[in-house]
């Protein structure tokens, strides 16, 4: 599939806004392995090739296990992931597809409350509608996957 827009085409600023975001969440004070493992989860439901292979090799230069990568999809048929991680999964899949009612989405936010504060949620919220917005520019550009390269310095964590 050819790229529609590729990197260079994309304008300046509406990358450095997008990474004024990546900053703000880095700095945030967030477990960014835990960040790492959701976003791998929401590009998984959205199906952005460029950001599975973009977060599957940041999570695992970020000291992530590859079968809790390669599992996230069945997350909940599975042993490997704390209760926190999947009060957070739960919230993801929430944010992304938009397609509960109320009153799920409450039981699900209840449930979240009990691992984060209520800064830290909004946080994480923001993370996930920042991997959506990734996921939707990459998909819709056809940015094609396989050409990322971890930085240097998250090697050297």
């Given at each position: 599939?050819?790229?529609?827009?590729?990197?260079?085409?994309?304008?300046?600023?509406?990358?450095?806004?997008?990474?004024?975001?990546?900053?703000?969440?880095?700095?945030?004070?967030?477990?960014?392995?835990?960040?790492?493992?959701?976003?791998?989860?929401?590009s998984q439901l959205n199906g952005c090739a460029?950001?599975?292979?973009?977060?599957?090799?940041?999570?695992?230069?970020?000291?992530?296990?590859?079968v809790r990568l390669h599992s996230v999809v069945?997350?909940?048929?599975?042993?490997?992931?704390?209760?926190?991680?999947?009060?957070?999964?739960?919230?993801?899949?929430t944010v992304t597809k938009l397609d509960k009612?109320?009153?799920?989405?409450?039981?699900?936010?209840?449930?979240?409350?009990?691992?984060?504060?209520?800064?830290?949620?909004?946080?994480?919220?923001?993370?996930?509608?920042?991997?959506?917005?990734?996921?939707?520019?990459?998909?819709?550009?056809?940015?094609?996957?396989?050409?990322?390269?971890?930085?240097?310095?998250?090697?050297?964590?």
């Open positions: 599939m050819e790229e529609r827009i590729s990197y260079q085409q994309v304008p300046g600023e509406l990358i450095g806004a997008m990474m004024q975001i990546e900053s703000y969440l880095k700095q945030s004070g967030l477990d960014q392995q835990l960040l790492n493992l959701m976003r791998y989860y929401v460029y950001c599975l292979d973009m977060h599957f090799k940041e999570a695992l230069a970020g000291g992530e296990e590859d069945a997350w909940r048929e599975s042993d490997y992931y704390s209760d926190r991680e999947q009060a957070l999964l739960t919230w993801a899949e009612n109320p009153g799920q989405q409450t039981l699900e936010f209840d449930e979240l409350r009990q691992y984060f504060s209520l800064e830290q949620i909004a946080q994480l919220t923001l993370a996930i509608t920042q991997i959506n917005s990734w996921n939707r520019l990459m998909k819709a550009f056809h940015f094609r996957p396989g050409r990322y390269q971890v930085a240097q310095d998250k090697l050297e964590h």
